[in-house]
């Protein structure tokens, strides 16, 4: 049974990352979106540990790196032509980026964006569980659910 999947295993492995950053303990090259003075409801900055699509998330391409568009900058650009061959500009900007995964889904070609696959997988699965069934219908959502296929309940 899966306990805790990869995606969120990278997520808190991220929020781990940044608190260790924010405590000065480390430096990790990031991306930071500065929301201050914007009355966002508590929201100040959004980091590419934080960004749901990391250093290619909207966040980050919407916004200005000093008066220019952030994918106009040469920052921008020089991560817009990042790619599978040479990715070190990745590695200098948002090594995380790397590490986790990351797709230019609006790059080149639109969706054929430069896409770098995850180098770490981690996942909390259980095995031999016992699971105590009230119902058949409860044994056709569970075996539904195994298969990751969604259940009528």
């Known amino acids: 049974m899966l306990v805790d999947s990869v995606q969120s295993q990278a997520n808190r492995l991220e929020e781990s990352l940044l608190a260790i950053i924010r405590q000065k303990s480390a430096f990790i090259p990031h991306v930071v979106v500065d929301f201050r003075g914007k009355d966002l409801a508590g929201i100040t900055t959004i980091t590419s540990l934080e960004a749901p699509h990391r250093v290619f998330d909207a966040i980050f391409r919407d916004s200005l790196l000093g008066e220019k568009e952030f994918?106009?900058?040469?920052?921008?650009?020089?991560?817009?032509?990042?790619?599978?061959?040479?990715?070190?500009?990745?590695?200098?900007?948002?090594?995380?980026?790397?590490?986790?995964?990351?797709?230019?889904?609006?790059?080149?070609?639109?969706g054929f964006g430069a896409k770098f696959a995850r180098c770490l997988v981690s996942e909390i699965v259980a095995?031999?569980?016992?699971?105590?069934?009230?119902s058949a219908?409860?044994?056709?959502y569970r075996s539904s659910w195994r298969l990751g296929q969604p259940a009528n309940r």
């Open 71 to 110: 994918m106009k900058s040469d920052l921008g650009m020089s991560l817009a032509k990042a790619s599978n061959a040479d990715a070190s500009v990745l590695l200098e900007i948002s090594p995380t980026a790397l590490l986790f995964g990351c797709w230019h889904s609006t790059g080149e070609g639109g």
């Open 127 to 134: 095995a031999d569980v016992p699971v105590k069934l009230e």
């Open 137 to 140: 219908r409860d044994a056709t």
